[in-house]
């Protein structure tokens, strides 16, 4: 039986050298900065993210809630052929008192929807609404109001107020519509709308002013542009535009054929 030498036993059994350990611990140290500064680096980037995708989503939907009201804008089908308002009933003082409807145009009673925009305000009727309960007294169409407001603190809010009562008349206190910020934290905003005869786009609009005509009483488009601050910097702006055009013929007197034609 072969024996080993005791210099090579001794130095087998000696284990690891000073040098040694000092190398597998600056290894293991370095390993363990590098996957912290990656994991730091990781959550750094999903919160990033995170606050980019939540500005961005808000925007988006802030958006898609205005686009689908205007798509949604309603006037009542008109029969030119039904007898004709009284005169008093088109006075500028009936008009005066009416945000969201004309002035009676036949003897029942019968009325256009006004639609009424500024470069911060639009008013209109939409027939967007629904029931949700079989029982509720509510119904598809409402009064609905966009503007965009100024802050104290200088930047802009958009507002969306909405009214279910969209066949009252008479302005009144009894009642105060529901009023909400769909956007805030905006830098600009406008409202701007289109008139295909001229093909102009203007920045002030009401389809019962004493000069609009039956082909063009209402806008053919309606744009919404807004400056929003950049979630990764505010100094920068990112502009966001809607450009919508209603789903409903609404310019034109209809006829009794051409109504029923719809209706089919």
Same mark, same amino acid.
């Given at each position: 039986?072969?024996?080993?030498?005791?210099?090579?036993?001794?130095?087998?059994?000696?284990?690891?050298?000073?040098?040694?350990?000092?190398?597998?611990? *600056?290894?293991? $140290?370095?390993? +363990?900065?590098?996957?912290?500064?990656?994991?730091?680096?990781?959550?750094?980037?999903?919160?990033?993210?995170?606050?980019?995708? *939540?500005?961005?989503?808000?925007?988006?939907?802030?958006?898609?809630?205005?686009?689908?009201?205007? $798509?949604?804008?309603?006037?009542?089908?008109? =029969?030119?052929?039904?007898?004709?308002?009284?005169?008093?009933?088109?006075?500028?003082?009936?008009?005066?008192?009416?945000?969201?409807? +004309?002035?009676?145009?036949?003897? =029942? #009673?019968?009325?256009? +929807?006004?639609?009424?925009?500024?470069?911060?305000?639009?008013?209109?009727?939409?027939? #967007?609404?629904?029931?949700?309960? $079989?029982?509720?007294?509510?119904?598809?169409?409402?009064?609905?109001?966009?503007?965009?407001?100024?802050?104290?603190?200088?930047?802009?809010?958009?507002?969306?107020?909405?009214?279910?009562?969209?066949?009252?008349?008479?302005?009144?206190?009894?009642?105060?519509?529901?009023?909400?910020?769909?956007?805030?934290?905006?830098?600009?905003?406008?409202?701007?709308?289109?008139?295909?005869?001229?093909?102009?786009?203007?920045?002030?609009?009401?389809?019962?002013?004493?000069?609009?005509?039956?082909?063009?009483?209402?806008?053919?488009?309606?744009?919404?542009?807004?400056?929003? /601050?950049?979630?990764?910097?505010?100094?920068?702006?990112?502009?966001?535009?809607?450009?919508?055009?209603?789903?409903? /013929?609404?310019?034109?007197?209809?006829?009794?054929?051409?109504?029923?034609?719809?209706?089919?």
């Amino acid at each position: 039986m072969r024996s080993l030498p005791v210099a090579n036993l001794k130095r087998s059994q000696g284990g690891f050298t000073l040098i040694e350990v000092m190398i597998a611990v *600056t290894l293991l $140290a370095f390993v +363990s900065i590098m996957i912290a500064q990656a994991t730091t680096r990781s959550f750094n980037i999903n919160i990033t993210l995170g606050r980019e995708s *939540t500005e961005y989503s808000g925007i988006i939907l802030s958006l898609q809630a205005v686009e689908s009201d205007l $798509a949604q804008i309603y006037s009542p089908t008109m =029969d030119t052929e039904g007898p004709a308002p009284a005169a008093a009933q088109t006075s500028s003082s009936v008009m005066s008192g009416l945000s969201f409807w +004309s002035a009676p145009l036949r003897a =029942d #009673g019968l009325r256009r +929807s006004r639609l009424n925009g500024t470069r911060e305000k639009i008013t209109f009727i939409n027939n #967007g609404g629904r029931r949700l309960e $079989a029982d509720e007294p509510v119904s598809d169409f409402q009064q609905v109001t966009w503007e965009i407001e100024r802050n104290d603190s200088g930047t802009y809010s958009l507002y969306r107020t909405v009214d279910w009562d969209a066949f009252r008349y008479e302005e009144n206190n009894n009642k105060k519509p529901s009023r909400v910020a769909v956007l805030e934290n905006i830098s600009s905003g406008k409202f701007s709308y289109y008139r295909r005869e001229n093909k102009t786009w203007e920045e002030v609009w009401d389809s019962e002013s004493p000069y609009a005509k039956a082909e063009n009483r209402f806008p053919d488009m309606i744009s919404l542009k807004l400056e929003v /601050p950049d979630p990764l910097n505010n100094a920068n702006n990112q502009p966001w535009e809607i450009v919508v055009r209603p789903n409903l /013929p609404l310019n034109g007197e209809i006829k009794p054929t051409d109504a029923e034609m719809m209706s089919q």
